[in-house]
């Protein structure tokens, strides 16, 4: 079984930051890309940013410059700096992971429960 915690949501001033980190755990054999989507208000699902295992990111084009993901393959980890935040970055933010399980037979999505970002103007 394996879960993804999400923490670091909240509620900030347009022009703020905030921080969201996943923690991926269990029965893991190993992680191939970890990555960000964030559910708008109007319903449409975006991926923001995703790393692959060896640490290079990707960036959607409406938080390049802003945003910046890290990962620590130790700690089945990885945190998503958000600045200069906008209005339009609210969402529900979910953490992703292509992972293989132990004595499982390829690799799988996991997702993480979501996380609120809302952004005041």
Do not use: H
């Amino acid at each position: 079984q394996v879960q993804l915690v999400e923490s670091g949501g909240g509620l900030v001033q347009a022009g703020g930051s905030l921080r969201l980190s996943c923690t991926a755990s269990g029965s893991i054999f190993s992680i191939n890309d970890m990555g960000w989507y964030r559910l708008t208000p109007g319903n449409q699902r975006e991926l923001v940013a995703d790393i692959t295992s060896g640490g290079t990111p990707y960036y959607a084009d409406s938080v390049k410059g802003r945003f910046t993901l890290s990962r620590d393959n130790a700690k089945n980890s990885m945190s998503l700096q958000m600045n200069s935040l906008k209005p339009e970055d609210t969402g529900v933010y979910y953490c992703v992971a292509d992972l293989w399980t132990t004595g499982g037979t390829g690799v799988t999505a996991y997702w993480g429960q979501g996380t609120q970002v809302t952004v005041s103007s």
